[in-house]
């Protein structure tokens, strides 16, 4: 649910969209500060790194997550979405959104509803609401939709450049620790069929952007309503924390974290020491052994695998 990314990609590959084969074209090797892009990654840095650091985000990545806090999250990403894709399919045919309308690839209020058909069954429409900060995020997308539609550039790149990066991280950390099933159900959200290569089309997304017939004032204008669309984030992380407060302990909670303290530092996250092991690395185990004997469950079985492995050996030896 993190939203907004700050990765830079390059190179030259084709997108399909709606049937058609999109050529992205070569991209330079070194992008203007003028371009929206460039403007939005530097502008959002901080609203970033307070969105990575929000007490909700953190539990979150280290898989201390409550399925009730996580239903309440789908919900208010279902509202938000909803109002976001309403507004973007009234605005498809603006000129200065329109490039960026990729609705098989991108939308996503579909799929949160059946995530939240899983969650609350066949009547889940009558069985959630949308929240105080939601409607408020919610009010502002419809605002921005009705009166400048040209600012949705910000609402879009902040929500959906998340979900095709710190978001496939999140769906992970869930599925373990809430103990979803493998085949998906709960995290259609995460999932995203049509495309086949995010990399690449995060690259043609951002081409598309600088595309847009924009002046410099109005960039800006992107640019202030992009962190508007992170302090919403927030304020929505906020309330889903103040919420889980409410619940009563749990003492699943108290589990060997599913992504360890990241602290907003993906090479801390032991999905991607996983990843450099099995390109080679050779501090995954170190790495693992450490995050275990720092918690009282990881000391336990690690003792338990250790008195496993001695009598083994002991009954190898008889």
């Known amino acids: 649910m993190m939203p907004g990314e700050n990765i830079e990609e390059s190179g030259k590959d084709s997108v399909v969209s709606n049937g058609a084969v999109y ?10 500060p003028e371009d929206l892009s460039e403007m939005l990654a530097a502008g959002t840095k901080e609203s970033h790194d307070k969105a990575e650091n929000a007490p909700f985000v953190k539990d979150f990545l280290r898989g201390r997550i409550r399925r009730e806090i996580f239903k309440l999250g ?6 938000t979405y909803t109002a976001m894709e309403e507004e973007i399919e009234r605005n498809k045919d603006h000129p200065q959104f329109a490039p960026l309308y990729f609705p098989a690839e991108l939308h996503r209020h579909q799929s949160l509803g059946r995530d939240l058909q899983y969650f609350y069954g066949e009547d889940w429409e009558r069985s959630i609401s949308c929240s105080p900060a939601t409607q408020r995020y919610v009010a502002r997308i419809h605002e921005v939709g009705a009166s400048e ?17 710190g978001g496939q991280v999140l769906r992970k950390v869930a599925q373990r620790a809430l ?20 990399k690449t089309f995060k690259q043609l997304y951002r081409s598309r952007m600088n595309e847009l017939d924009l002046d410099t004032a109005t960039k800006e204008r992107v640019v202030a309503e992009a962190n508007r669309a992170f302090q919403f984030n927030l304020e929505v992380f906020a309330e889903l924390e103040e919420v889980r407060k409410t619940l009563p302990d749990d003492s699943a909670d108290e589990a060997i974290p599913a992504h360890g303290d990241m602290q907003g530092d993906i090479s801390k996250c032991p999905y991607y020491a996983a990843k450099m092991a099995a390109c080679g690395g050779t501090s995954y185990a170190c790495q693992m052994g450490k995050a275990l ?26």
């Open 23 to 32: 050529e992205e074209r070569e991209v330079d090797d070194v992008l203007s």
């Open 74 to 79: 789908a919900v208010a990403l279902y509202y």
């Open 293 to 318: 004997l720092r918690h009282p469950t990881g000391q336990v079985m690690l003792a338990t695998w250790v008195a496993v492995v001695a009598g083994l050996v002991a009954w190898y030896f008889m």
């Open 179 to 198: 103990k979803l099933p493998p085949t998906g159900e709960g995290l259609n959200f995460y999932l995203f069929d049509a495309i086949h290569n995010a």
């Open 149 to 165: 539609p040209e600012l949705l550039v910000a609402h879009a790149y902040t929500r959906y450049m998340g979900d095709l990066s």
